[in-house]
């Protein structure tokens, strides 16, 4: 059974640019959340994506897009990338309506580097 | 989402049980207790989740108290591969809509051989 899988592993860009990352869930599971962690601190929550759609948003600005598709993977983009959004980017998959036990598994993330 | 309060760091020697401490003193009555870890550049990964009694699975036990007010979770026989970061979380369980996690800095625990 495999779990959340991310890609790329590893990213450069410069600043200005944009980039996607990819996710895919854990086998059955419909629900995709999205975290940034930058050095040193903990996952912060960018963004949660089920049946399609953005339905619940953290503190972060619009450059900050997503999408799911129907087969539940889910895409990150940043635009305009500044220096520091530089960090590891984690995908999380869950299982919708599990009432209280949704719990999130994480993938092995992505780490971007804006130079 | 109630706060939580860890330590920044413990040492716990290899083979004895590591306690690891959380105070969530605001916790609501259908906020849920989690613990995650993150090894160095990996993933956080689930560990144990609980709502008012004692929780145990293979990995740790997690112990809330009466008031709920904070909880130990703890790894009975600690190796060199649990040297992480672990986090203590505190979520409400929304049926009808999106969870997701706030996690604070975390404790991070080192074993020593």
């Known amino acids: 059974d495999a779990g959340v899988t991310q890609s790329p592993t590893h990213l450069i860009k410069t600043r200005g640019q944009q980039v996607t990352l990819r996710c895919s869930p854990k086998?059955?599971?419909?629900?995709v959340s999205w975290y940034q962690q930058a050095l040193g601190q903990g996952p912060q929550f960018i963004f949660q994506?089920?049946?399609?759609?953005?339905?619940q948003r953290g503190n972060f600005p619009d450059r900050f897009s997503g999408h799911q598709f129907p087969n539940y993977s889910s895409e990150l983009n940043v635009n305009a990338l500044l220096l520091g959004d530089s960090a590891l980017y984690l995908c999380?998959?869950?299982?919708?309506?599990?009432?209280?036990?949704?719990?999130?598994?994480f993938g092995p993330g992505t780490r971007l580097l804006v130079l | 989402d109630a706060k939580t309060t860890q330590p920044p760091s413990m040492d716990c020697a290899e083979g004895r049980a590591a306690n690891l401490p959380c105070n969530h003193s605001?916790?609501?009555?259908?906020?849920?207790v989690y613990w995650y870890r993150q090894i160095h550049s990996q993933g956080p990964q689930y560990i144990i989740h609980?709502?008012?009694n004692n929780e145990t699975n293979e990995m740790a036990s997690l112990i809330i108290t009466e008031d709920r007010k904070s909880s130990t979770l703890i790894l009975p026989h600690a190796t060199l591969r649990d040297t992480a970061v672990y986090y203590c979380?505190?979520?409400?369980?929304?049926?009808?809509?999106?969870?997701?996690?706030?996690f604070g800095p975390g404790t991070r625990l080192s074993v020593l051989p």
């Open positions: 999380a998959s869950s299982l919708n309506g599990d009432r209280g036990r949704e719990t999130q598994y």
């Open positions: 605001t916790i609501s009555g259908n906020e849920y």
């Open positions: 086998s059955g599971h419909d629900t």
């Open positions: 609980g709502l008012k």
């Open positions: 994506y089920y049946e399609e759609e953005e339905r």
């Open positions: 979380i505190v979520r409400v369980a929304m049926p009808t809509y999106g969870q997701n996690f706030v």
